[in-house]
């Protein structure tokens, strides 16, 4: 099935006093982070333009417009992911195998599994290289914890760090999910470097202590 189409930003043409415009996006980040507009209490027929109440009622559309984008576009990505969740399980997964899918979470496992492409260690050795610079002893961290002992338990790990990132961010596997694999690997080495390199540290004050 076709791609999700990537989201565009809601944006308005602002007119400046020279006469010239432009258009301007309003994200998501402006949104979340800006403080909520109250509507005006004058009538908007009763105000006349370039005056602060016109003003007023201009920015406050332009956050209602906002919103309204966004929870469209929220709906969109969400009836999208139902579709691709029921493809996946409808022409992928055997008729013995569906009967298994029980609750939300084995749904959940499906959806991760099929929509939510995982972080390699490729792509964290490439930002810690790159844009944090970090190493221990002259090797690249990741290569580093590769080499601690594992003791004989078995984890898919990448995995587990990023479930702590997804519940760190508040954000439900769908909107997880959509963030880019790259982004979500530089979010990791921000949230994880400093633990790393304790560990690392940790164990090498271990094996001199022998």
Known sequence: M??????EPFSYRMTFLNGDSADVAYTREDMENGRSIP????RKADCVPLDPEWDAWLAYDTQKAAELHYARQDAEQEGWLDKAVRHVINKCISQEDRRRILLEDDVDAIMEAALVPEVTHEMLRDVISRKYRASFDGENVVDALEALPSGSGEVRI????ER????????SLEEYGMLPASERADMLVAMKLPEWMSALESEKMRRERR
């Open 39 to 42: 509507m005006p209490q004058k």
């Open 164 to 171: 702590e990132l997804q519940m760190k961010l508040g954000k």
């Open 158 to 161: 990448i995995r587990l760090w």
């Open 2 to 7: 076709a791609p999700a189409e990537l989201p």
